[in-house]
């Protein structure tokens, strides 16, 4: 099998033969006319087309990966930035709040909570719930974006398989125009039309004979006398 893509404007335009082994005889040719915003990549090789199912994996690894994949990188930018920050800002108050517990658990410890003990105490630990309780909101948020870079990049995907079937539906419903025949020096054959000729008729014409007047026996005697 033999083929060639040449880039045409906005699509590329792919040639493939079936060639023979043993006579190099072509057994078949066909020609596919392929958009270029379904492609992934394109050489002299080989046509990737872009898909949603891989959109959909790729966001599921990285958020904004998906995007790019589709070509949109300002919304790969805004996924990928949104997610680093909300995962940045749990991890600092996820840091915080083991700080503040910490603390607490060492002045109770030692007993270095001050002339009021409890206060000091309920105070340190509900500083530490409380950077718990935003790294928690923070985890929850990242998660929600995460998800919808992950449905965002299969609503702004692109199947390209399935539009070049429909190409080639849309292409197939088409009726081609008939042509008439052409001969050798450029001009249309003259085709006759039996059916819309004039009907003829078999016999010849012939103009009708005078009509005799009188007798027979005039007419007779006419007739000899004309031979």
Same mark, same amino acid.
């Given at each position: 099998?033999? =083929?060639?893509?040449?880039?045409?404007?906005?699509?590329?335009?792919?040639?493939?033969?079936?060639?023979?082994?043993?006579?190099?005889?072509?057994?078949?040719?066909?020609?596919?006319?392929?958009?270029?915003?379904?492609?992934? !990549?394109?050489?002299?090789?080989?046509?990737?087309?872009?898909?949603?199912?891989?959109?959909?994996? *790729?966001?599921?690894?990285?958020? =904004?990966?998906?995007?790019?994949?589709?070509?949109?990188?300002?919304?790969?930018?805004?996924?990928?930035?949104?997610?680093?920050?909300?995962? =940045?800002?749990?991890?600092?108050?996820?840091?915080?709040?083991?700080?503040?517990?910490?603390?607490?658990?060492?002045?109770?410890? #030692?007993?270095?909570?001050?002339?009021?003990?409890?206060?000091?105490?309920?105070?340190?630990?509900?500083?530490?719930?409380?950077?718990?309780?935003?790294r928690n909101?923070?985890l929850f948020?990242? #998660?929600?974006?995460? !998800?919808?870079?992950?449905?965002?990049?299969?609503?702004?995907?692109?199947?390209?398989?399935?539009?070049? *079937?429909?190409?080639?539906?849309?292409? =197939?419903? *088409? *009726?081609?125009?008939?042509?008439?025949?052409?001969?050798?020096?450029?001009?249309?054959?003259?085709?006759? &039309?039996?059916? &819309?000729?004039? %009907?003829?008729?078999?016999?010849?014409?012939?103009?009708?004979? %005078?009509?005799?007047?009188?007798? %027979?026996?005039?007419?007779?005697?006419?007739?000899?006398?004309?031979?």
């Open positions: 099998m033999l =083929g060639s893509v040449s880039d045409v404007g906005g699509k590329f335009l792919v040639n493939a033969r079936i060639v023979s082994a043993d006579g190099a005889e072509t057994l078949a040719v066909a020609q596919e006319s392929i958009p270029a915003a379904t492609l992934v !990549a394109f050489s002299a090789d080989a046509v990737v087309l872009r898909s949603r199912k891989d959109a959909v994996f *790729r966001s599921m690894l990285l958020p =904004g990966f998906g995007q790019l994949y589709n070509r949109q990188p300002v919304k790969a930018a805004a996924f990928g930035v949104a997610e680093l920050g909300l995962l =940045g800002g749990a991890l600092a108050y996820h840091l915080s709040g083991a700080a503040a517990e910490s603390d607490y658990r060492s002045k109770s410890a #030692a007993g270095a909570l001050g002339p009021d003990p409890s206060g000091t105490a309920a105070a340190l630990r509900a500083r530490a719930e409380d950077r718990y309780r935003t909101v923070l948020a990242a #998660a929600g974006v995460w !998800a919808l870079n992950v449905a965002d990049a299969y609503w702004s995907g692109v199947d390209g398989d399935a539009r070049r *079937r429909g190409a080639a539906a849309a292409r =197939g419903r *088409r *009726r081609p125009r008939p042509r008439r025949p052409v001969l050798s020096g450029g001009s249309a054959p003259r085709i006759r &039309c039996e059916a &819309c000729l004039p %009907p003829t008729s078999t016999t010849s014409a012939r103009a009708p004979a %005078p009509r005799s007047s009188g007798s %027979p026996s005039a007419t007779r005697s006419a007739r000899r006398s004309s031979s």
